[in-house]
Nanobody, 130 residues
Framework: QVQLVESGGGSVQAGGSLRLSCVRS???????????MGWFRKAPGKEREGVAA???????SYADSVKGRFTISKDNAKNTLYLRMNSLKPEDTAMYYC?????????????????????WGQGTQVTVSS
C-alpha cells in the first residue's frame, strides 16, 4: 500500500515563494518497480489540473502556466517529492496534491492527466493574496 503525505502549503502574498513536500511510503507490487510522480492542483469551481511531473528516469515536465516559476524535484534517498514555487500569483491559489503511478509516464500528455495516476495524497492548501 502506497501512502503519499503532502506538507508545506500556506498563505503568501503575490510574488512570494513556497516549497511543497510529499513523502511517499510503502509499495504496491515491489519496492524495485520504477514510478513517476506529479503535482496537481484544484481550485474552487475548476477541474483538477496537472502542474508538474517527474518521470521514473528523472525527466521533468510542466504545465505552461507554471514554466519558469515552479521546479519539481525528487530526493530518492528520502522518498520525497518537492515543488518549489516562486513568483506566486493569486491564480495559483488551490489545493495541491501529489500523485504517483508505476512504470514510465513518457510525456506530459500522460503525466499531466489525473487519470494516469493510481495513488494520491490528501492535499495541502496554497493561498496567494494580491
Amino acid at each position: 500500500q502506497v501512502q503519499l503525505v503532502e506538507s508545506g502549503g500556506g498563505s503568501v502574498q503575490a510574488g512570494g515563494s513556497l516549497r511543497l513536500s510529499c513523502v511517499r511510503s510503502g509499495y504496491t507490487v515491489s519496492p524495485y518497480i520504477s514510478y513517476y510522480m506529479g503535482w496537481f492542483r484544484k481550485a474552487p469551481g475548476k477541474e483538477r489540473e496537472g502542474v508538474a511531473a517527474i518521470d521514473s528516469d528523472g525527466s521533468t515536465s510542466y504545465a505552461d502556466s507554471v514554466k519558469g516559476r515552479f521546479t519539481i524535484s525528487k530526493d530518492n534517498a528520502k522518498n520525497t517529492l518537492y515543488l518549489r514555487m516562486n513568483s506566486l500569483k493569486p491564480e495559483d491559489t488551490a489545493m495541491y496534491y501529489c500523485a504517483s503511478g508505476l512504470g514510465n509516464g513518457g510525456n506530459w500528455w500522460n503525466l499531466g492527466r489525473p487519470g494516469f495516476y493510481s495513488e494520491w495524497g490528501q492535499g495541502t492548501q496554497v493561498t496567494v493574496s494580491s
